[in-house]
């Protein structure tokens, strides 16, 4: 008989498949929402209040449910990596935008999949991919090459170093997926796994925004305030969601799910923003969704 796949590192199941995409969703919206705010709130003090604020709830939250956030589980050490990892993403994710286009980072930065399966052959043998789980990836990345575009060689420097910090920022998520599935962070609840990272990553950076300029010059409107709670109360929380889903599923197979976030983006866009949507969406989104249906497929 076929031996079972292992708990950290089985395929996704219904329930799995249900949350995950719900989070897709989730961050998918939160692209427009952050655009929305961007005009009166700038993007890294966006990112330095929404994690500041969710900290707080986050916390008072475990409190309410009797979750232990002592540091004497061993969990520190992995925990600060993860912290550190999570600030670097997001520092350059949202500074490298100004340096290159939106679809080009959208596609540097979803290679994290990649990057996933390929540190989890040394980090979790056992949860490598076969070539029909390699196949799934690379065709759910082409969904997204057809619906972003193929990038064109950089004609500007500035624009090769935002590319760079793209593929920074991807290298840091998988990092941080890595780390949370490979250490004791995988036997804490979502809820620590998501303090640390927001503890960490808060003063990082609200340092990167007070050294790159960043300011708020009137008090936002009621568009750009609505964005920020939607990022607290609802994105914040998508994460230690996100965190749960890690420890319990394959780590290559989860993350290869992450690709639907630009589609739903897109989706979130003309329908908040008015953006338009091209007939190459409805073939992406076929792709995308063959490519995990074979990611999923039992070995």
């Known amino acids: 008989m076929a031996q079972a796949p292992s708990h950290h590192t089985r395929p996704l199941d219904g329930a799995g498949m249900a949350l995950v995409v719900l989070l897709c969703v989730c961050w998918g919206f ?6 929305l705010a961007i005009a009166e709130i700038p993007p890294l003090i966006q990112c330095a209040i929404r994690s500041s604020l969710a900290t707080l709830i986050v916390a008072a ?38 340096y290159t286009t939106a679809s080009r980072a959208v596609l540097f930065i979803y290679l994290a999949p ?9 980090f979790m043998p056992g949860d490598r991919f076969g070539p029909m789980q390699w196949t799934g990836l690379i065709l759910s990345f082409l ?14 420097p500035r624009q090769i170093l935002g590319d760079l910090m793209m593929v920074g920022a991807a290298a840091a998520w998988a990092a941080t997926t890595l780390v949370i599935k490979a250490s004791a962070l995988n036997k804490i609840s979502g809820e620590k796994t998501l303090l640390y990272q927001l503890v ?4 990082m950076v609200t340092a990167a925004a007070f050294v790159f300029g960043e300011r708020v010059t009137a008090m936002p409107g009621p568009v750009a305030l609505g964005s920020l709670v939607y990022q607290t109360l609802v994105v914040s ?3 230690a969601a996100w965190f749960v889903l890690i420890v319990r599923y394959s780590a290559g197979r989860l993350s290869a799910f992450t690709f639907l976030t630009p589609l739903f983006g897109v989706a979130a866009g003309h329908l908040v923003l008015g953006e338009p949507l091209t007939p190459a969406f409805a073939l992406a989104v076929v792709l995308v969704a063959a490519g995990l249906v074979l990611v999923n497929r039992p070995r």
């Not at 990649?114 to 040394?122: D, H, K, P, S, T």
């Not at 969904?143 to 500007?156: K, S």
């Not at 960490?200 to 003063?203: E, K, L, M, Q, R």
């Open 30 to 35: 939160n692209q427009p929402a952050i655009k």
């Open 61 to 98: 939250w475990a409190a309410m449910r009797g979750i232990p956030l002592t540091a004497r589980d061993g969990t520190l050490v992995a925990g600060l990596a993860a912290g550190a990892l999570f600030g670097i993403e997001f520092i350059l994710i949202y500074r490298g935008l100004l």
């Open 114 to 122: 990649f990057f996933v399966v390929i540190g989890a052959r040394w």
């Open 143 to 156: 969904g997204m090459v057809i619906a972003f575009g193929l990038p064109t060689p950089a004609a500007d």
């Open 200 to 203: 960490v990553s808060v003063p």
């Open 237 to 239: 929380f998508t994460f």
